[in-house]
Nanobody, 121 residues
Framework: QLEDSGGGLVQSGASLRLSCAAS????????IGWFRQAPGKEREFVGF????????NFADSVKGRFTISRDKDKNTAYLQMNRLNPENTAIYYC????????????????WGQGTQVTLSS
């Protein structure tokens, strides 16, 4: 199971860190992906981190502003979001899949419940 948290209402230009806590004792075997869904839009890829944290991949729209990390001792992954803007308003979801990360949400097996991020202009 995954539990994502850390969303909130912030002003444009602010930073926010989302957390994704996993219950698996084999946390390092799973890649963690982050996705988001804005009102009226399809769920889209944000980024992922591999199980050993040696590889990350990001959507072009967030590259250079967002980073992903993971703490194996806490079984938790993090999405650090910097220089947020109103276009980043969405529900953010973390998801996990065994082995290598992918951009396709359909390849992920388990999902968090989502956490709302809202930007005020």
């Amino acid at each position: 199971q995954l539990e994502d948290s850390g969303g909130g209402l912030v002003q444009s230009g602010a930073s926010l860190r989302l957390s994704c806590a996993a219950s698996e004792r084999t946390f390092s075997s799973y890649s963690i992906g982050w996705f988001r869904q804005a009102p009226g839009k399809e769920r889209e890829f944000v980024g992922f981190i591999g199980g050993t944290a040696s590889h990350t991949n990001f959507a072009d729209s967030v590259k250079g502003r967002f980073t992903i990390s993971r703490d194996k001792d806490k079984n938790t992954a993090y999405l650090q979001m910097n220089r947020l803007n109103p276009e980043n308003t969405a529900i953010y979801y973390c998801a996990e899949k065994f082995s290598r990360g992918r951009r396709d949400p359909g390849e992920y097996d388990h999902w968090g419940q989502g956490t709302q991020v809202t930007l005020s202009s």
